[in-house]
């Protein structure tokens, strides 16, 4: 049975007691309790977005400002204005926009958090993963997986710029953040063009004189718009999609059929003409790229207006739908969440809104 505490247990003589447990660095639970294990999560972060009209100017301006060689990366970090400690986007994610100018590099280097980075404006830009130089054209996702080399470049006459993602957060939380800067400024190209690709860009057939990768993230390192787009395209007028997400689907690992990486997994979805969804929350925090079309989003009762570039996050458990604007022509969003996380800790949870809307 519950015991009651002691009638000597007065005021005084628990402050007494509080205070001595303060020498030896030790804390009572029963005083906290309540703050430890809340009936459902909270969250700092706030639902917040960033518009492309603003994003661009400034990006170009810290381009014409900031020499690569004096920025390990110059990237614009989407920092979220409830979370006043961290650099954190959601509360384990982070994302950036990152700006190369003409006939600029970006040096070579690596680090533990795995980043993603989802084209916006290039035409002659490339990444160069663990050898292997990547071409990058809007609305492609290049991955630099953890620990993977990787340097950026232009070849153009444009700046171009992409939205970076990355679990920064996350793997400071785990004390688990190392980097290494490579020899040089750049790495040495040693595969042929776009090698991951041409090895494992059709997800149903993979080269067999090569071992499955004992790496957790995807050996596929561009996953091309035009794909995206033409699976879109197909699945569109035959399915009914998701109620909460319209027709949304997954960039996959095409060794596992799981997320592209361990931490984050990205997601592509169309709103058709006129599609509005349902409510619903979830645990894990998203972070959206308005790829294509206008509507808005209702996130925890307040509507955000959006349109093409912009990016706006959801943090967790927090109610959200999404409308598309219009009657003729589909909108698209692209977005990456720390579901991997939280499905291999058993934490993924999801509930839809009782009235189906805010």
Known sequence: MLSKSSAAATPEVLDEFYRELEDFSLAPLWQVQETALISEPTSKAVPYIWRWKDLEPKA??????IGTADAERRVLMLL????????????????GLQIVMPGEAARAHRHTPSALRFIINSDGG?????GDRIP????????TPNWTWHDHGNDSGKPIIWLDGLDIPLVHLLEAVFFEPYPEDVQPVTEPIDSSTAKYGVGTLRPTWEDRPSESYSPLMRY???QTWAALQRLAPNVDGSPFDGVIMEYTNPNTGGPVMPTIACHVQMLRPGESTKAHRHTNGTIYHV?????????HGKKMDWEPKDVFCVPGWTYHEHVNASST???VLFSFTDTPVLKSLSLL???AHPQDHQ
């Open 136 to 143: 990058m054209s809007p609305g492609d996702l290049i991955l």
């Open 126 to 130: 490339y990444t160069t993963v663990n």
């Open 60 to 65: 170009l301006r810290a381009g014409e400002l």
């Open 291 to 299: 790829v294509r079309g206008q509507g808005h989003s209702v996130v």
């Open 329 to 331: 022509e589909p909108a």
């Open 80 to 95: 979220n204005p409830g979370i006043k400690d961290r650099i954190a986007t959601t509360n384990s994610l982070f994302s």
């Open 349 to 351: 949870r999801e509930q």
């Open 224 to 226: 091309p718009w035009d």
